[in-house]
C-alpha cells in the first residue's frame, strides 16, 4: 500500500471518516500531527530512520506544508465541508466542553454564542482556504498575511487542483468513499456511521448567527462552490462514477447494520476481556 497523508481540516472529517481510515490502514504504521507546527515537527525528528521510512499513513491537523519532508511528498488526501456547516460544528463541539484549548475561556455552562463568534478565534474564519495554503493552529500565519483575499482563494483553489491527489466533500461523502477507493486502491470502504453529537444541547443558531459566519469566510465560501463544481462535474460526468456509487449505497445499506453489531460485539469482548486481564 502505497504512504498518503489524510491532510484532516478540522470538522470536516469527524469520526467515520478516521474509523475508515483506520480500517483501510490496519496495522500500518501511522504518523499523527498534532496541529503544533514546530512540535509536529521534532517529534517526527526523533523517530529513527527505520520507524519514519515504515509510516505508511500521515494524519492528523496540519497545513499542506507541513515541514516535514516525507508527509510533504506523498499522496494527499482532503475533505472538505461547506463552510457554514463546518463553523456550526466547531461551535457545537466547543459549546460541549470537547475543545481543550478553549474549555477554560469558554466553558459549556456558560457559553455565549455570539461571544464565541465575535471572538477571533481563528479556526472560525475561512480555516479550510488557510490550512490549503499554510496556517498553524496556534495562530501564527505564515503566506497567509501577505496575501489580498483574491490571492488566498486563488492559491487554495490552485493548492487544492494541483498538490492535492484526491479531494472530497462531506455532503457527497458515498461519492468522496468511492474516489479515494479507486485513487488509493483501498478495499470497498463500507463503515458504521458514528455521530457524537449531544443532541441534548444542540446550540440555536439564529438568523445573526449565521450573517456572522457568513461574513468570517467569505473566502471560503467561495473556493468551496468552485471545489464542489469541479467535484461534481466529475461524479456526474463520469457514468461509472454513478453506477459504483449506487452499488456502494445499496451494499452499505446491508453493510452498515452488521457492522454495527460486530463493532459492539467486538467492543464489549474489549472490554471483558480488560477487565478479566486487567490491561
Excluded at 505564515?142 to 490571492?151: A, F, H, N, V, Y
Aim: charged share 30%; glycine share 6%.
Amino acid at each position: 500500500m502505497d504512504r498518503v497523508r489524510f491532510l484532516h481540516i478540522p470538522k470536516t472529517a469527524g469520526s467515520t471518516f478516521s474509523r475508515i481510515l483506520r480500517n483501510q490502514y490496519k496495522g500500518k504504521p501511522t504518523f499523527r500531527f498534532r496541529g503544533e507546527y514546530s512540535e509536529d515537527q521534532k517529534r517526527f525528528s526523533l523517530l529513527s530512520d527505520e520507524e519514519k521510512s515504515a509510516i505508511t499513513l500521515f494524519t492528523g491537523h496540519a497545513p499542506i506544508v507541513t515541514g516535514v519532508k516525507e508527509a510533504d511528498e506523498v499522496d494527499i488526501i482532503t475533505i472538505l465541508r461547506d463552510p457554514v456547516s463546518r463553523v456550526k460544528s466547531f461551535c457545537q463541539h466547543v459549546s460541549e466542553g470537547k475543545t481543550k484549548y478553549l474549555l477554560d475561556r469558554f466553558p459549556p455552562a456558560s457559553f455565549d454564542l455570539d461571544e464565541f463568534l465575535c471572538s477571533d478565534n481563528s479556526e472560525l474564519s475561512n480555516l479550510q482556504s488557510r490550512m490549503l495554503i499554510n496556517y498553524e493552529k496556534n495562530g501564527s500565519e505564515l503566506l497567509i498575511k501577505s496575501m489580498t483575499p483574491e490571492q488566498i482563494k486563488i492559491k487554495a483553489l490552485e493548492n487544492l487542483t494541483e498538490k492535492v491527489t484526491q479531494y472530497g466533500l462531506q455532503e457527497y461523502f458515498e461519492e468522496s468513499l468511492i474516489l479515494f477507493a479507486g485513487k488509493l486502491g483501498w478495499r470497498t470502504p463500507y463503515y458504521e456511521y458514528i455521530n457524537r453529537k449531544d443532541a441534548r444541547c444542540l446550540l440555536n443558531f439564529e438568523k445573526r448567527h449565521i450573517e456572522k459566519i457568513v461574513e468570517l469566510n467569505a473566502i471560503d465560501l467561495e473556493v468551496y462552490q468552485s471545489a464542489k463544481k469541479i467535484f461534481e462535474n466529475i461524479v456526474e460526468s463520469e457514468g461509472e462514477y454513478k453506477y459504483q456509487t449506487e452499488r456502494f449505497r445499496r451494499n452499505q445499506k446491508l453493510a452498515s447494520p452488521l457492522m454495527k453489531i460486530y463493532g459492539e460485539a467486538g467492543r464489549y469482548i474489549k472490554r471483558k476481556y480488560r477487565v478479566i486481564t486487567g490491561s
